[in-house]
């Protein structure tokens, strides 16, 4: 049995335009909202935990609506394709009303009304392909090999962020925004648009959908032991989980919940949160995050390869504890100094490989306590844990920031991180070390 690595990067293509959008919606919403719109931090963040409400229902329900799809094109081609049309078109009206509201042009057009209504179109079109396209991993990868599948999907998702980090930071350095009363981010949305439809022409002239999850459901019928659900009668899969898993089960999805409540409190206010307390602006915040994702990609070859010496589970446990340090470290060298520093970037870099051994091996321990029809589900499932923590924190830590101190999102990321390693603990189902047996194998055999 062997991953194709060349079919995987391909499907990877919708994660990777997916992952360059959410970096550029939590890096520049909360901007247009703070400074074009002049919303306070409670506010805005209120707005900006809007997409995570919405996808708490939205994910799963979307997820098992694919799952339960039978098009020509596949179960989750469908959604990917049309969501992804109808974001390009929305991404390039918002910044057209932004603009217009900022050069005190007047009409419901131009708006913040219309805005938000345009805003909230967009995150519900975002939400609508999101699990099919993340499901559509497991649907035509063998369960052993998902964690190696997942590293290069999220190889792929890094990718895309670092790709849009780049043309914002080269876009929108320091010295040409500052001062400025207001500043136009519609070549970033132009941008952002033309990417994501390059990345979902180019897949589906690649991915034969139907074609790949038959010959994956054919090689799971061979393999029976692989199905973790309780049987009927007939020896005949039920779907639901014995109660030791579902125990699991729980406590995966609350670790999952706490993380991306310190993550995402992060990649959220850190913008705003540099420009408040050491003056930099969206460049050197760009740079920060582009330095956290290159630190990502270059760790998920070695993390597959400690994944099979070591399993999912504990992969998992160094990736909460170094992202406990990382925060912890974040907060001393952003309180202490008025510029980013060299070892802040070193410290970036650090959070990209915590987050990169957390995010490779927590979707395969969901997925691989599901049987394959229900994949949908199940990652409607690992977002809407993931979602829910994020409708949470950008209120919660915008709340502390705005009342206590800004200094004080550090020390929040630090305090989640490291509760999630706690509940982690607790997690006794979903570690298949042989899925990870060989790494990532390096691209090795690419075809």
Known sequence: MKLNNKNTVLIGLAFMSITAFWQLYDNVIPLLLTNTFHLNETLSGAIMAADNILALFLLPFFGKLSDNTNTKI?????????GTAVAVVLLNLLPIVENGYAAGKTGALYSFGFFVVLLGLLLFTMSTYRSPAVALMPDVTPKPLRSRANAIINLMGAGGGIIYLIFASVMYPKSKIEGLDHVNYRPLFIFMAVFMAV???????????????????KIEKEHPEWDLTEEDEKGQSTG?????????MLFLLASIFLWFIGYNAVTTWFTTYISNIMGEGLGGASTCFLIANVGAIVSYIPIGHLASKIGRKKSIYLGTLLLTLTFGLCFIL??????????????FALVGLAWAAINVNSLPMVVEMCRGADCGKFTGYYYTASMAGQVLTPIMAGFLMRNISYKILFIYAT????????????VRHGDVKAAAASGLDAFEDME
């Open 240 to 248: 639901k989980l014995p109660k030791e898993v579902m125990r699991s």
């Open 74 to 82: 596949g179960k989750r081609m469908p959604y990917i394709i049309g």
């Open 199 to 217: 990345c979902i022409i180019l897949m589906k002239l690649t991915v034969n959908e139907p074609k790949l999850a038959a010959e994956n459901e």
């Open 334 to 347: 952003t309180t202490t100094s008025d510029h980013v520093t060299v070892l802040m970037y070193i410290t």
């Open 415 to 426: 305090i989640f991180a490291f509760v999630s390693f706690l509940t982690m603990t607790q």
